[in-house]
């Protein structure tokens, strides 16, 4: 190896990059792993990606474990209420609670950070899925029909017809 206690890791270590694939897995980023003295640095993860194959593919399985590490977490944030109210303490010395929309708005921020992010991570399983199947869509609407919408279209365009009529094509 090419570090001593005190350094970081630079050479490929199979024990190091368990290490951090675990840490991925349990849903630490890349980031606060490296941050630990005995891993090295995120650009050295990076440059180990792109060298060794088995440890990209086996990263790549972390990440997707990862992103359903998320989810969970994003279910148990959603369902915690803890602290969602607070006493507070009124001039008479008697307390009521009252909403906390500070934590509440803190706990949103923090499913919508994950959703989003699990959306990134796997776009196929967690990403907006887009309907193309559309009512009135020009594949159920006829010629003429399509004709007058382009015309009223290119009306509101400032735009004439075409010569010849909407829809209809010039020779040249």
């Known amino acids: 190896m090419s570090y001593d206690a005190m350094a970081r890791p630079t050479d490929y270590n199979e ?30 993860v990076f440059l180990w990606l792109s060298r060794h194959p088995e440890f990209s593919e086996r990263y790549a399985r972390a990440r997707e ?11 148990d944030i959603a369902d915690d209420g803890t602290n969602d109210f607070k006493k507070k303490t009124n001039a008479d010395g008697s307390t009521d ?4 929309s500070e934590h509440v708005q803190r706990s949103k921020l ?9 959306a990134k991570m796997a776009p196929k399983k967690y990403g907006d899925k887009l309907d193309l199947n559309v009512a009135g869509s020009l594949q159920t609407m006829s010629e003429e029909d399509i004709n ?4 009223h279209l290119l009306g509101k365009a400032g735009i004439g ?9 010039q020779e040249p």
């Open 97 to 100: 609670d009252v909403f906390n």
């Open 65 to 75: 474990a990862q992103a359903e590490a998320m989810a969970e977490d994003t279910l």
């Open 161 to 169: 017809a075409p010569a010849g009529g909407a829809g209809e094509t």
């Open 148 to 151: 007058a919408r382009l015309t």
């Open 110 to 118: 923090r499913v919508d950070t994950r959703k989003w992010l699990m």
């Open 15 to 44: 024990d190091v990059a368990s290490r951090i694939l675990e840490k991925l897995v349990e849903g630490t980023s890349l980031r606060k792993i490296c941050a630990a003295e005995d891993m090295p640095a995120a650009s050295t």
